[in-house]
């Protein structure tokens, strides 16, 4: 098991849900924790235990970027886990588990994974591709849609996660050369700091001589960039510090996935008897529900694909 990242609390998407969608039946347990509980703990005090199912069952810890899957049995509101924790969690931290129509965490983490899917910040086959600002390093061969040097010198890169909030480190290395390291006083972040802009002002340490005394050295090829950053615009690891754009398309993509519930097969229209109903819109086969969601996505969206 590992932590996984979500973008809203169970009880977020009851307030915020639509009234045609009941989300109840998706709930047994809901509830918090009383006491903060640091990584490694075997036990958790709840708030409170109604709904609680009992024997051993799957209990869903939503807390932001490092929520988390635990196994345990409840008795009275202490929760006794077979397995410690992997992460720390604050007390107020969302607790659930499955209701007899299905478990609501689970498509809150499910939704959480489309929204990273829709605002690609990461590339497809990397799973930490959250919009939580952490540290990441990346690296990225030159000239290319990640990172470029231009006829004057300017090294611009372009790292998956943005804003960018703060620049640890950027390597040079060409071919099997140790890696050097740059300069970041003269570092630049445009309006937006969807991208990072080095004019070029030479490495740190002392003068370099060979292929790195010009600018040009730069644009040959198999010369490699390693950018160490902190990226994202979520800067609080709190799930209840989810801007409201965010937390607004991950209640439209669960309301999405219930959608299947009375269309299980994901079909365009449905007619039973005398009911017609159109999932998706005419000419296009996402839901209205997906569209809206990806409008508010839009300021968290790659430009590259």
């Known amino acids: 098991m590992s932590t996984f990242a979500v973008y809203l609390a169970p009880d977020e998407f009851i307030a915020n849900s639509s009234a045609n969608v009941d989300p109840l039946s998706y709930v047994g347990l809901l509830t918090t924790l009383s006491t903060t509980a640091p990584a490694g703990s075997t036990s958790l005090s709840l708030s409170s235990a109604t709904g609680a199912p009992t024997g051993s069952a799957q ?13 345990g049995t409840i008795t009275s509101t202490t929760l006794a886990l077979s397995s410690p924790t992997l992460a720390a969690h604050s007390a107020g931290a969302s607790i659930s588990s499955a209701g007899i129509g299905g478990c609501l965490a ?8 489309h929204v990273d899917t829709i605002c690609r910040q990461g590339p497809k086959g990397v799973l930490e591709r959250t919009l939580y600002a952490v540290s990441r390093t990346e690296r990225y061969s030159l000239q290319t849609s990640r990172a470029t040097v231009d006829s004057d010198g300017t090294l611009t890169m372009w790292p998956w996660h943005f804003p960018v909030q703060s620049l640890a480190s950027i390597q040079l290395q060409a071919g099997a050369a140790p890696a050097s390291a740059i300069d970041l006083s003269s570092m630049v972040l445009p309006e937006g700091a969807r991208d990072i802009g080095i004019p070029f002002a030479g490495f740190s340490g002392s003068t370099y001589t060979g292929i790195w005394a010009t600018s040009t050295s730069f644009r040959q090829e198999n010369v490699w960039v390693a950018l160490t950053y902190t990226g994202g615009p979520l800067t609080s690891m709190a799930v209840g510090d989810v801007s409201d754009d965010i937390k607004r398309a991950c209640v439209y993509l669960v ?51």
């Not at 209990?59 to 196994?71: M, N, P």
């Not at 689970?106 to 994974?113: C, E, G, M, T």
């Not at 819109?281 to 508010?296: F, M, P, R």
């Open 255 to 305: 309301m999405h996935i219930l959608g299947y519930r009375v269309n299980s097969t994901g079909a365009m229209s449905v007619s039973q008897g005398d009911i017609n109903r159109r999932f998706g819109i005419k000419g296009g086969n996402k839901s209205l529900l997906v569209l809206d969601a990806e409008d508010l996505l839009t300021p968290y969206t790659h430009l590259h694909r």
């Open 106 to 113: 689970q498509l809150i983490v499910d939704a959480s994974r």
């Open 59 to 71: 209990f869903w810890i939503l807390d932001g970027y490092t929520s988390e899957k635990v196994t």
